[in-house]
C-alpha cells in the first residue's frame, strides 16, 4: 500500500436497528473499501471506540486518549 493510502481509511458502514425485549439498540458494521476486511459492534459507542483507534494508529499514537472520547448518535 503506498504512503498515501495508508493516511485515510476508507468504510462503508451499515446500521440497523434491533429490539430485545422493549429495548431498541444500534448495531453496526464496517466494511473497509480497500481489503474488504468486516468488523461488527453491538453499539454505536463500540464502533465509536474503533474509529478512536484506527484514527490512532495512523497518527502513530500508541494508545488513544480516551478521557475525550464521545460520540452521539
Known amino acids: 500500500m503506498s504512503e498515501e493510502k495508508q493516511?485515510?481509511?476508507?468504510?462503508?458502514?451499515?446500521?440497523?436497528?434491533?429490539?430485545?425485549?422493549e429495548h431498541t439498540t444500534w448495531r453496526a458494521s464496517l466494511e473497509s473499501s480497500h481489503t474488504g476486511e468486516r468488523w461488527g459492534f453491538a453499539d454505536v459507542d463500540a464502533l465509536?471506540?474503533?474509529?478512536?483507534?484506527?484514527?490512532a494508529i495512523l497518527a502513530g499514537i500508541d494508545r488513544p486518549d480516551r478521557s475525550s472520547e464521545t460520540c452521539q448518535v
Open 7 to 21: 493516511r485515510y481509511h476508507s468504510f462503508l458502514l451499515r446500521l440497523w436497528q434491533v429490539k430485545e425485549n
Open 48 to 55: 465509536c471506540v474503533f474509529l478512536h483507534e484506527q484514527t
